[in-house]
């Protein structure tokens, strides 16, 4: 059952019969024993999901966020995330990774894995965020690479936080 769907069983406005079959079997039940009455009560059962901050409003140049306004929103937290302090997510704002990663796909990030080449960062500078794969790091800067175009984009040690990329919900 898609997300819309839940919400419209949980709201009242659909009714379960249709997804019986899949709702017994998702509760280990008979199809028989699903009612509406079971199926709230087991909603209503279910804890409400932690959420983290979404933040980085695409620049006005089009490249890269900018992560000194403030939080645009708050997503579902993964449950890898649950017990990470000061996990965040983003939406990406270009095609640069392309095929990895396209606009208005979300990324979730761990800003306490200690990034490594290869990997998929958001590196902040100045209030700015860039997307890109890990190319080089050292104690001078870092270097990342975007991939449509390829292009390496070099930073200097004033760099506020290099965070790994740690999943990423597709737009679809």
């Keep these: 059952i898609g997300q819309a769907e839940y919400s419209r069983i949980e709201s009242g406005k659909r009714k379960i019969t249709p997804h019986q079959p899949a709702l017994a079997k998702a509760f280990g039940v008979e199809q028989d ?6 199926v709230a009560d087991v909603i209503n059962s279910i804890a409400p999901a932690e959420t983290i901050p979404v933040f980085g ?7 890269g966020l900018n992560f000194k306004k403030t939080m645009m929103s708050r997503v579902d937290c993964p ?25 208005g796909d979300l990324a ?18 100045n209030g ?3 997307m890109g794969i890990l190319t080089s790091i050292d104690k001078d800067g870092c270097a990342i690479e975007t991939i449509d175009p390829q292009e ?4 200097s040690r004033d760099i506020e936080s290099i965070d790994q990329i740690v999943m990423v919900k597709y737009d679809l």
């Design 79 to 103: 449950p890898d995330l649950a017990a990470v302090e000061d996990a965040y997510a983003c939406f990406c704002y270009c095609n640069k990774l392309s095929p990895k990663i396209s606009a």
């Design 33 to 38: 024993e699903i009612t509406e009455e079971y």
């Design 128 to 130: 700015k965020g860039f």
């Design 108 to 125: 979730f990030v761990n800003p306490n894995i200690e990034p490594k080449a290869g990997s998929l960062v958001i590196v902040r500078e």
């Design 152 to 155: 390496e984009l070099e930073f």
């Design 57 to 63: 409003f695409p620049s006005p140049d089009g490249d």
